[in-house]
């Protein structure tokens, strides 16, 4: 059984930088797709970022966020700077085997979630 454990999130002003860390146990997955995910009041799931052996962004994210994975360590992290007051949400990290996804479902395990709050 795969367990993800986020944390890292807090409360920063617009123009802050935040690092998450998500860090994996249970199986080692180097060869999993790890994503990022985040959830604002009263919408939906919506993709961040992901990483398999190429990383990926949301436009909305891009040039600002940065994922990367420490495969030794089974852990991956999300690098978030120039933070904006619409970037508040609880961020989760999801796993996924083969290849690159970017709708919520096709993510097989899924962490706790961390609170992310920009203040403006």
């Known amino acids: 059984q795969v367990q993800l454990v986020e944390s890292g999130g807090g409360l920063v002003q617009a123009g802050g930088s935040l690092r998450l860390s998500c860090a994996a146990s249970?199986?080692?997955?180097?060869?999993?797709?790890m994503g990022w995910f985040r959830q604002a009041p009263g919408k939906e799931r919506e993709f961040v970022a992901a990483i398999r052996w190429s990383s990926y962004y949301a436009d909305s994210v891009k040039g600002r966020f940065t994922i990367s994975r420490d495969n030794a360590e089974n852990t991956v992290y999300l690098q978030m700077n120039s933070l904006k007051f619409e970037d508040t949400a609880v961020y989760y990290c999801?796993?996924?085997?083969?290849?690159?996804?970017?709708?919520?479902?096709?993510?097989?395990?899924w962490g706790q979630g961390t609170q992310v709050t920009v203040s403006s």
């Open positions: 249970g199986r080692t997955l180097s060869s999993y797709t």
């Open positions: 999801a796993a996924k085997s083969g290849t690159f996804a970017y709708t919520p479902p096709r993510y097989d395990y």
